[in-house]
């Protein structure tokens, strides 16, 4: 099966997609999103085989007799390659290529792929390639076919004689010299990400003091088009899987005074691969370090619930799960199930209806996000000199003063300000700061 195995790309080839998944009372699993994946990776789709099994068998996952039924499908269909909607291990792959005759990838394989296809920048390049080589590694003993002996050094006789002292014996076996080079390879690239992480690192703190949003959600929801019409980014937009692998960063200015920092991310999937979540680390820093995250939701999907479910998975395996978030209900211009749109208001009562595409319900973004940002107003009295007039225009800038007097070289300030701005007013070195009403 060596052929099979050369080429690891999805392009322009007749996909049959498998979902095998055990007896579950909700029915066998959709394929809606694997013939997403499959098309953004550039598959053409030309059937799909959904599976029951009451167990997962260890040496094909669906069973000896459904494979040779895949196979006859394969046939039917002239099939260049299968692509299953579950992880499969290396030898369950061998034994599906060894009766079917075609290629075989698993959900992860065309997820890196499609990464890899969308990678334009060195640090997403770098990020895929890692991910990709992190994912081979365990499966090198199942995937070639060319691991034999290669004899000591010099080589020529059975016991390698030629080769001199130090170099006789059976020799390396070819698999111990690919991992050797993966092993190589993976340590190159994580030396050069780390020094990467690094200056994302301090891009990160250097942006301390100032308000840091993130976008986050399901692929293909939105994000980009919203961060685009809310700070006229240029980020590039597409309707498919997976369109920017790269953060973004704009300022955005929701409200007068409230300045704020809003950064893009990868889009998340179900079961997204454990590779990329590592090897996006430095990416997925702006949501660990944001303020705020915006949780972005296709509401126009038939699935918005368990892509909401997906999304606050993964966030919660990168140390975000206690971030504060604010869902984003988007694409409500194109909601065709009333139904489930309601119920999805029901449970998030405190979510934003927006269409990123057509501007409706942006006004209210700005203000929820406005809200967010100043945190629970204050009403405050601020003495201050005269001479320093950086508090009078913070104060009129960020907040809302009341009244003003004046006495000698001071000014007394009545004031409405956010909690969250009340550290940026002490750094200005105000002589007094009395919080009257919480």
């Not at 394929?31 to 059937?47: C, K, Q, R, W």
């Not at 390639?129 to 000591?152: F, I, N």
């Amino acid at each position: 099966m060596e052929k099979l195995r050369q080429t690891l790309r999805v392009r322009k080839e007749r996909a049959i997609l498998v979902a095998a998944v055990l007896r579950v009372p909700d029915g066998p699993e959709d394929l809606a999103e694997l013939t997403a994946l499959a098309e953004s990776a550039g598959a053409v789709v030309v059937d799909r085989f959904q599976q029951k099994i009451r167990t997962i068998n260890p040496a094909t996952y669906i069973g000896k007799g459904k494979a040779n039924e895949l196979a006859g499908r394969v046939r039917r269909f002239k099939a260049d390659v299968v692509v299953f909607d579950n992880d499969l291990s290396p030898g369950q792959i061998r034994e599906l290529e060894e009766i079917i005759k075609i290629k075989v990838l698993d959900r992860s394989e065309l997820i890196l792929d499609i990464f890899a296809t969308r990678a334009k920048t060195r640090q997403a390049k770098l990020q895929v390639e890692l991910a990709q080589l992190e994912y081979t590694y365990p499966r090198l003993a199942r995937m070639w076919s060319h691991l034999d002996s290669v004899a000591g050094a010099g080589g020529g006789t059975a016991a390698g004689a030629v080769g001199g002292i130090g170099t006789r014996g059976p020799g390396e076996q070819q698999l111990e010299i690919d991992r050797r080079l993966v092993s190589k390879r993976i340590t190159e690239l994580k030396r050069e990400l780390v020094n990467i992480d690094k200056r994302r690192i301090r891009e990160i703190n250097a942006r301390r003091g100032l308000f840091k949003i993130c976008l986050v959600g399901y692929t293909n929801a939105g994000k980009s088009t919203l961060l685009n019409t809310l700070t006229n980014a240029g980020v590039f937009v597409e309707d498919r899987l997976f369109a920017t692998l790269d953060t973004r960063t704009r300022k955005w200015t929701p409200r007068r005074g409230a300045d704020v920092l809003v950064s893009d991310t990868i889009g998340f999937v179900k079961k997204l691969p454990h590779q990329l979540v590592a090897s996006f680390k430095a990416t997925l820093e702006e949501a660990v370090n944001a303020d705020l995250l915006l949780h972005i939701v296709d509401v126009a999907s038939p699935d918005a619930l368990q892509q909401i479910e997906s999304v606050n998975s993964v966030l919660k395996e990168i140390g975000c799960a206690q971030r504060p978030i604010l869902e984003v209900f988007n694409k409500v211009d194109i909601v065709r199930r009333i139904g489930d749109f309601e119920m999805l208001q029901t449970l998030f009562p405190d979510a934003v209806c927006i269409s990123a595409k057509t501007g409706y319900g942006l006004e209210k973004l700005n203000e929820a996000v406005a809200a967010r940002y100043r945190g629970n107003e204050l009403l405050l009295r601020v003495a201050s000199s005269q001479s320093n007039g950086k508090v009078q225009s913070f104060l009129r800038a960020h907040g809302q003063i009341l009244n003003e007097q004046y006495q000698d070289s001071s000014v007394l300030i009545d004031a409405k300000l956010g909690r969250n701005q009340l550290p940026d007013l002490k750094r200005l070195g105000p002589e007094a700061i009395q919080i009257i009403e919480a």
